[in-house]
């Protein structure tokens, strides 16, 4: 079956560079959730998007932006990165979204800021 | 607001014996509850969920996991353990009250489950 595909898998970025994550959701779906992982933490809700409008927003930092795409993809955008944006960016898909609706996860982009 | 607590950071059983990870939940409303493992370098997997009914969901790879809403609690369980198994468990809550507008699952600090051969 098809699953989450996230890239690049692994980014190395200098700091006060900018990044770009994308997600393709599985298809079909129409949410798409970002979750920040640090080191040994617990994945951090950033933000979410159903059919393409922001359907809910955590602790992203404003020097990010996301959005979703007509073809459902999403793109996570980070500038003026930090050496604590270091983590797992994990995008995540479902077929509508919150209430009871699981969602399912790509396997993580390693942002990695020297 | 919500949140979720896994009490134990490390759990180490026997293969082939019983195994229960502990979550506990805070919320305002009535919960959806979550099970995710996490294998090193990889993805959050789904393993099960509680939505409403019964209050024993089972879910995949054997897992099964029970809802008690006096102890607000949602622990997941196995009969036998697997050295498999060994990774990191994360339970996660939505809060049923939280609005249309609430997509956010908030995740306990998760619990790294040893299944000793």
């Known amino acids: 079956a098809a699953g989450v595909i996230q890239s690049p898998r692994h980014l190395i970025k200098e700091k006060r560079e900018t990044a770009t994550l994308k997600c393709y959701p599985i298809p079909r779906h129409d949410t798409v959730y970002w979750y920040q992982q640090g080191p040994g933490q617990d994945p951090q809700f950033l933000i979410s998007f159903y059919e393409k409008m922001q359907s809910d927003k955590g602790s992203i930092p404003d020097r990010f932006s996301a959005q979703q795409f007509s073809d459902y993809h999403s793109e996570l955008n980070m500038s003026s990165l930090e050496l604590g944006d270091s983590a797992l960016y994990f995008c995540a898909s479902s077929l509508g979204g919150g209430g009871g609706t699981e969602a399912f996860f790509g396997q993580g982009t390693r942002l990695t800021v020297v | 607001a919500q949140s979720v607590a896994q009490p134990e950071d490390q759990v180490n059983v026997a293969e082939g014996n019983p195994l229960t990870v502990k979550c506990t939940y805070s919320v305002s409303g009535n919960p959806y509850l979550f099970w995710y493992v996490q294998y090193p370098n990889r993805g959050l997997q789904f393993l099960l969920k509680?939505?409403?009914?019964?209050?024993l969901v089972k879910g995949s790879y054997g897992f099964e996991a029970e809802f008690n809403k006096s102890q607000t609690s949602f622990h997941l369980k196995k009969p036998s353990a697997l050295v498999s198994d060994s990774a990191l468990y994360f339970c996660?809550?939505?809060?049923?009250?939280?609005?249309?507008?609430?997509?956010?699952?908030?995740f306990g600090k998760g619990t790294k489950l040893s299944v000793i051969p």
């Open positions: 996660a809550v939505r809060d049923v009250y939280s609005g249309a507008g609430s997509y956010q699952l908030t």
């Open positions: 509680y939505i409403t009914g019964d209050n």
